[in-house]
């Protein structure tokens, strides 16, 4: 498995896993599509997806950070294959995102999430993510139930 960055051929990848993932455990939301449509805009402005792929070149796993329009940045569609298969691939991407941030020198990421994602809620708290209050407004799911956010002053 190695870690890789956005390139157009991984796009389709990028949109089934999110839309798997997102469809398995609830209901895809106007604002999961903004996002996924609007991936190139946002990766214009700085952001990046990783990727975890295999020898064969197939995706098992993505993550994207990217700037929100309040100034903040967040990690989001973070999706894999096949979830809790213990491979370690969605940490990897995770920490690809985390290391992206430092080099950016971003003061903060944020995450929001939902409790019933336990998996990816104790892997937010191992990477020494804090929790914080959710504000419908800047998180505008109806599923977003926790959020979190990584300082790094």
């Known amino acids: 498995m190695k870690i890789v960055s956005y390139a157009p051929k991984y796009k389709s990848a990028f949109l089934e896993l999110n839309r798997a993932w997102i469809s398995g455990m609830f209901v895809l939301e106007e604002e999961d599509i903004r996002e996924m449509e609007n991936m190139e805009p ?18 098992l796993a993505c993550c994207m950070i990217a700037p929100r329009d309040d100034g903040d ?7 894999a294959r096949g979830m809790y298969t213990g491979t370690g691939a969605g940490s990897a991407c995770l920490n690809a995102c985390m290391q992206y941030a430092k080099e950016k020198h971003l003061p903060k990421v944020l995450i929001v999430s939902n409790r019933k994602c336990e998996h990816a809620v104790h892997l937010y708290r191992k990477f020494g993510f804090q929790e914080i209050p959710v504000d419908k407004k800047r998180f505008p799911f ?3 139930d926790i959020a979190f956010e990584q300082s790094f002053s």
């Open 73 to 79: 940045w967040e990690i989001m569609k973070f999706a």
């Open 42 to 59: 946002a990766l214009q402005k700085g952001g990046q997806i990783f990727f975890a792929v295999n020898e064969n070149d197939q995706v």
């Open 142 to 144: 109806d599923r977003a």
